[in-house]
């Protein structure tokens, strides 16, 4: 009797889920640093898929938890339009206060709409890279689409932040083009499509190999949203100090926190931000709070 036929297949033989296993490397962190922290705030407002910017319908995660379809929704727009009015400034003052210099991750839309999402951050030496153009996914999008819009978005951050970006991150899912894409763009340094690691890897690219840094979901603002996980300043702080301690107990690793103007600069969530880089400077030099392009730019310099 035959066997049974297994449904579906194997994963791509090209798809590594072993990674550097038990023995990474060591990623040598300047000043011989355990940790290479990472802030990205990501910059969003205006960028929302909205009706009334001319887009095929409105974003389908509100903040407010009603999808309006078919028609505008101001409510959304406003619940967006705080990041830029407000949150930018405070999170900036937050930064200020602490040395902390970030990775603003910018959608291209956003910034053409109100450049100073993108100015003021480069003016106090913040890093500003590519977050697409709409805050939208890439999955399933055609690949001249998908070209002119890379081209767009870096055209419009290197006019407003004055050096053009050298980083990109998809909202969520990529396609299965944009690292290709980017990579034969040829300006980029790295991308931050991936959530696989505590470390950067490299990947062939065109002239000189290409930096992928991990990101993550769970050290981020983003479960604030209803049902996510996060309701007081102080879930945010404790879950990030938790990953933090973590991380350099293990020594060597790289740690990703994601923020958005809209959500951590809320007045009853700074203070999450804050406690948590309280936290940190108390690490003093064993942690080195960078860029993700002078991370991106290290990795490659150790790397030969």
Sequence with gaps: MAEPRLPGGMPDPARDLAGYGPTPPDPQWPGGARLALSIVVNVEEGAELSVASGDERNEAIPESGQLIQGAPDPCMESHFAYGARVGLWRVLGVLDAYGAKATFSSCGR???HTPALAAAPAARGHEVSAHGWRWEMHAGMEEATERAVIAKTVATLAEHAGARPVGWHTKSASSVNTRRLLIEEGGF?????CYDDDLPRLVPGAGRPHVVLPY?????DMRFRPGAGFNHAEDFSRYCIAAFDRLMQEGGRMMSVGLHLRTIGRPG????????LDHVARAGEAVWVARRMDIARHWLARSG
Excluded: C, K, M, P
């Design 110 to 112: 956003a910034v053409a």
């Design 189 to 193: 340094l790295y991308d931050s499509d």
């Design 216 to 220: 993550a979901f769970d050290t981020n």
């Design 269 to 276: 969530r700074i203070a999450g931000l804050e406690q948590f």
